[in-house]
Antibody, heavy 118, light 107 residues
Framework: EVQLVQSGAEVKMPGESLRISCKGSGYSFSSSWISWVRQLPGKGLEWMGKIDPSDSAVRYSPSFQGQVTISVDTSISTAYLQWGSLKASDTAMYYC???????????WGQGTLVSVSS | DIQMTQSPSTLSASVGDRVTITCRASQSINTWLAWYQQKPGKAPKVLISKASSLKSGVPSRFSGSGSGTEFTLTISSLQPDDFATYYCQHYDSYFQAFGQGTKVEIK
């Protein structure tokens, strides 16, 4: 069974850094892209970017380019989403998601809630 | 960037109704389009890929059509479990984008 297990909820202050994780299992980790998707409270889904674990190539949505960093550690089948300096507007649910290359998203993580407040 | 626009934003319907949601792309995307269903507090679930291919395990009352810039998701007979928010998504080798969502509410 394919599983994407995300790290737990985070409560941070503005200006702090953060890295959240997504561990894949039940499939060949390098064979599928991992995307990150943001959902602001009560709002829709926003694609942030994706990484190809086979070569660590990353594509960002223009809306998120320069705001976050997506990376991967294939030795532990884990993808990451990282912020250097959080803002209150980063408060959201963040999902990782798996798609077999050029295909729709087949599997989703359970989501990581990030709360940023002073 | 390719923009995806869904309509309507909210749809009120009754059990048994035929429901249609439209998704328009700002430029041609061939059939690189998926539909997802999301219920409150849950991750989305894929219903349809490649514009019209029903994913395994998805009830046959769901169907998708379209190509180029205009796409539709149809629920032939709305069931109680179908009240949720639906999103279209364009995907390709470089980029993905979601529509803003359509909430299907009980009339």
């Amino acid at each position: 069974e394919v599983q994407l297990v995300q790290s737990g909820a985070e409560v941070k202050m503005p200006g702090e850094s953060l890295r959240i994780s997504c561990k894949g299992s039940g499939y060949s980790f390098s064979s599928s892209w991992i995307s990150w998707v943001r959902q602001l409270p009560g709002k829709g889904l926003e694609w942030m970017g994706k990484i190809d674990p086979s070569d660590s190539a990353v594509r960002y949505s223009p809306s998120f380019q320069g705001q976050v960093t997506i990376s991967v550690d294939t030795s532990i089948s884990t993808a990451y989403l990282q912020w250097g300096s959080l803002k209150a507007s980063d408060t959201a649910m963040y999902y990782c998601a798996r798609s077999p290359l050029v295909a729709a998203i087949d599997d989703w993580g359970q989501g990581t809630l990030v709360s940023v407040s002073s | 960037d390719i923009q995806m626009t869904q309509s309507p934003s909210t749809l009120s319907a009754s059990v048994g109704d035929r429901v249609t949601i439209t998704c328009r792309a700002s430029q041609s995307i061939n059939t690189w389009l998926a539909w997802y269903q999301q219920k409150p507090g849950k991750a989305p679930k894929v219903l349809i890929s490649k514009a019209s291919s029903l994913k395994s395990g998805v009830p046959s009352r769901f169907s998708g059509s379209g190509s180029g810039t205009e796409f539709t998701l149809t629920i032939s007979s709305l069931q109680p479990d179908d009240f949720a928010t639906y999103y279209c998504q364009h995907y390709d080798s470089y980029f993905q984008a979601f529509g803003q969502g359509t909430k299907v509410e009980i009339k």
